[in-house]
């Protein structure tokens, strides 16, 4: 059974994913930040849970075929992913 996630989190994920459906430019700085201001105002246990979030879902999206139609898309996900994570460490 996986973990709940607090609000803070869920909202923080639900950022991450409208930046990358939305990116008109590199995302990279904005993702971090998002990361970096939930990691400013939150436990420990909300870090680790966004951390393991990002972590899975890098997991599982490196190396997935993705159909041409859909190649833009999954990189700007995989930039947001990256630098949301780097955005926690910093």
């Not at 994913?17 to 995302?27: G, M, Y």
């Not at 420990?44 to 041409?68: F, H, K």
Request: proline share 2%; with cysteine.
């Amino acid at each position: 059974m996986e973990a709940a996630v607090s609000v803070d989190v869920e909202h923080c994920w639900r950022r991450l994913h409208d930046l990358a459906d939305r990116a008109q430019t590199d995302p990279r700085e904005a993702a971090a930040g998002i990361a970096r201001s939930l990691a400013a105002h939150s436990n420990d246990s909300d870090r680790d849970g966004l951390r393991d979030m990002l972590t899975a879902e890098l997991a599982g999206q490196n190396g997935a075929q993705v159909p041409a139609a859909d190649l833009q898309r999954h990189s700007v996900w995989l930039t947001v992913l990256k630098a949301a994570l780097a955005g926690l460490r910093r």
